[in-house]
């Protein structure tokens, strides 16, 4: 207790006698720990998983360590790290789906409970520092702004330290929106002195260790350390994306064959694992126009170039730890969060935010742009061939309960605990069925903790997940986590001892229903890629494992079982602001996310400012939102007064005043009025006159950005919305505030519901 006092207090000093506790030291011996997360990395992309991608750094570390071949996530993002980071199950921590989708149901509200502690709160009262570095993507949507409370950000929940974007799922690689602890910075470079996130956060990493090791040279660290890669957007240096060209010509059918090779030839996969079909809605590559093979191939050049870049600053991290003498007694873990991601769709996507506003991602512009695949002014995501080539030998894919979605690389090192008395590294390779629930219990074993009752006055939830901790120097060790239920949007999966069985239900999709979904069963030991179903062989077996899944459902909060999960709930979901018809923003101030900026899409709305033009003249932004993959801009070029609608990348619809700003004092402003069909007119005002009008032929429906590119008053973000300037591109003249009006809006139509709901599961 903090009031506990052991010494003697009397009325003067000589009849008192002083007490300080002891400083709380972890036991002896304990390890650093670091945990790398990597994004949509499937199972087969990781060199020493059979990939001919180069990931040398991680490599090495599986050749020192040891690789575990059966671990398993829960499909998703949000979900699978608030499982590693508490040790219980993704609904039980109201983490069912991506922050996004929250939904009003305990399993479902994106707001972990006090009751499920973090890693952070388990350690630190035990003598640990607990930073954490990078993607965030587990506070609620209606918290990510600078107004919000910060009791879901990562200082709220143990970390004392914190440096990356909690702003979405996915962020601009070359021009992020940053959080240092509890409030935004700018990146440290620009795009054009060749900034990209993965090396700034290794930077800071390593930062953060040489900032401790500065004061106590033996105080262990918990680092959690999740890289926006390989995210889409598919970002990398060029020099990077080059090492890859025409690495990829030959096509995903090619590339699944070489690769489940290798995956055979060194133990990863048994001996006995068949590769699973190419699904009949992904094309043979012989069958793709010539031109549509090259355009395919680039987008997986651009992803190959960004792991490999990854890889490389992770080498970095893991050479300065070996320089300083930490890795050795470092227990270090490496996940992908989920299996590969198919949300570029059939064909690739040149810019993901098109899907949100009904808007084409084609073959033929992405050929016409093929340069800039890979770079800032392209969102680009490859399309799903390679999506199942990347999680070879299963079926599927992120977002669904199939292999495919949930078996993903794991790598474990801890060389001062392995070559230790008695350990056993045998093959390098461990089979037994491991989750991501897991992680947290074989931490605290490692340490040397038990798991705490209480956090804070706070009675714990039960870790759900056991530790795997004696495989580590025992290759023969027992499976201890012998049955895991999964659910992801309606996707249901039970595992039992090496059985498995498993639904498909595609999202926001009536039929068959829910409730007539067909259940598969697969024996994982004889056929791990679950090319034979069994059910109709073995009615009996599945029927328990059927009702062995909604016991488990039941028990976890998974209930209600719903694969609607845009339309029906997002809609309606409180933001705890009030509804309000003017909005004042000023100079100076954070950046403002889209979710809880004022909403301009496709509704009458106005904008003015009162402004004081030098007599050299002036240039800037007065009002922006967005980037250069999709926006708006209010802003002064030559003292000329401008406006651009950037409708997705796909084009920009401008207006301009054909007169310069004089100097002095003035009122300026725009109003735009929407028409038929998403269309609109714009008019720019300068003291009550209207001095240019034009057209935007279609206004955007749903997003501007899902970058994390919000609303900025007094300067832009980088990728500007439009070429007509570069950020920040700040306001030079006098301006105090700007204030925007806008007409109450009712509820969305159906059509826009739909939109939405359709395109939400590219944020995931």
């Given amino acids: 207790m903090e009031d506990h006092f052991e010494g003697r207090i009397g009325r003067y000093w000589w009849d008192a006698e002083p007490w300080w506790p002891n400083p709380v030291r972890p036991p002896e011996g304990a390890p650093n720990i670091l945990i790398v997360v ?10 020493c998983f059979g990939s001919d991608i180069a990931t040398p750094n991680l490599d090495a570390l599986a050749a020192a360590g040891l690789r575990y071949t ?74 990510t702004h600078l107004g919000a409370t910060r009791e879901r950000w990562p200082l709220g929940r143990g970390f004392e330290r914190y440096y990356g974007f909690i702003n979405g799922g996915e962020t601009h690689q070359f021009a992020p929106e940053l959080v240092y602890d509890n409030h935004f910075v700018d990146p440290p470079r620009s795009i054009e002195e060749g900034y990209h996130l993965t ?40 020099e990077w994306i080059e090492r890859y060209a025409g690495a990829f010509d030959d096509g995903w059918d090619a590339w699944r064959e070489r690769t489940f090779a290798r995956q055979v030839a060194e133990g990863i996969v048994p001996a006995h694992t068949e590769l699973s079909p190419r699904p009949d809605w992904v094309p043979a590559w012989a069958d793709l126009p010539e031109g549509t093979r090259r355009l395919y191939a680039r987008y997986m050049e651009a992803f190959a170039g960004y792991l490999s870049h990854t890889d490389h600053h992770l080498g970095r991290l893991l050479d300065f730890l070996a320089g300083t003498g930490e890795l050795d007694n470092t227990m270090v873990m490496v996940l992908s969060d989920n299996g590969a991601s198919s949300e570029g769709g059939p064909t690739g996507s040149i810019n993901d935010v098109r899907l949100w506003n009904g808007l084409p991602r084609t073959v033929e512009e992405a050929l016409d742009r093929i340069g800039e695949i890979g770079g800032p002014r392209a969102h680009n995501n490859y399309p799903w061939g390679w999506t199942v080539a990347g999680n070879t030998p299963f079926r599927r894919w992120k977002r669904e309960t199939h292999e495919g979605g949930v078996a993903d690389p794991l790598i474990v090192s801890w060389p001062a605990r392995m070559a230790g008395a008695g350990g056993d590294r045998g093959d390098g390779l461990r089979r037994q069925y491991v989750h991501a629930i897991d992680l947290a219990p074989t931490i605290l074993e490692a340490i040397g903790i038990e798991p705490p009752a209480e956090i804070r006055g706070v009675r714990q939830v039960p870790a759900e997940g056991t530790s795997f901790l004696r495989s580590l120097t025992d290759p023969a060790a027992p499976e201890h986590h012998v049955t895991q239920y999964y659910e992801m949007f309606g996707c249901q999966a039970i595992y039992h001892d090496g059985w498995k069985a498993v639904t498909y239900h595609p999202i926001q999709d009536d039929k068959p229903g829910l409730d007539r979904a067909e259940w598969e069963l697969y024996d994982l030991r004889a056929d791990p890629s679950e090319c034979h179903d069994l059910a109709s062989e073995q009615p009996e077996r599945l029927a328990e494992m059927v009702e062995l899944w909604w016991r488990e459902a039941e028990a ?27 909005y004042v923003y000023r100079p100076g101030g954070g950046m403002v996310p889209e979710f809880v900026a004022v909403n301009v899409r496709n509704r009458w709305h106005r904008v003015t400012a009162e402004i004081d033009v030098p007599e050299g003249g002036v240039e800037g932004v007065i009002l922006a939102q967005g980037s ?53 007119e714009v008019d720019l005002v300068v003291d009550g006159e209207v001095v240019g009008s034009g057209s935007i032929p279609r206004f955007t429906w749903t997003r501007f950005s899902l970058t994390g590119h919000g609303l900025t008053c007094g300067r832009g973000l980088a990728p ?25 809006r009712g509820e969305l139509t159906e059509a826009e519901a739909e939109a939405e709901a359709q395109a939400a599961i590219t944020t995931q």
Wanted: hydrophobic share 40%; proline share 9%; net charge negative.
């Fill in 199 to 238: 090396e700034d956060l290794v930077d800071k990493a390593v930062e953060f260790v040489s900032d401790l090791r500065q004061v106590d040279p033996a105080k262990p660290f918990l680092l959690w350390f999740a890289t926006g890669a390989c995210h889409s957007p598919h970002h990398a240096p060029p």
């Fill in 628 to 680: 250069y993959l999709g926006g708006w801009a209010f802003y002064v070029v030559d003292s000329t007064l401008r406006y651009v609608h950037n409708l997705s990348g796909l084009e920009e619809h401008r207006v301009a005043s054909p007169q310069p700003l004089a100097p002095g004092h003035h009122v300026v402003g725009f109003q735009f009025r929407p028409g038929d069909h998403g269309s609109g």
């Fill in 556 to 582: 976890h909060d998974v209930l209600p079982l719903d694969n609607r999960p845009f339309s029906e709930f997002i809609f309606d979901r409180p933001d705890g602001l009030a509804a309000r018809d003017r």
């Fill in 720 to 744: 500007a919305v439009s070429d007509e300037f570069v950020a920040p591109f700040r306001f030079t003249g006098g301006l105090s505030e700007v204030v925007v009006e806008v007409e109450p």
């Fill in 38 to 47: 990597l994004d949509d990395v499937g199972f087969a992309q990781v060199g």
């Fill in 70 to 143: 059966n671990f398993h996530t829960t499909a998703l993002c949000s979900p699978t790290r608030a499982c590693v980071l508490t040790g219980r199950n993704h609904h039980t921590c109201g983490m069912g789906r991506i922050i996004e989708l929250a939904a009003g149901f305990p399993g479902y509200h994106a707001r972990i409970p006090r009751s499920c502690g973090f890693l952070p709160e388990m350690l630190t009262p035990h003598g640990y520092a607990a930073w954490a570095v990078g993607k965030w993507h587990l506070t609620p949507e209606d918290e």
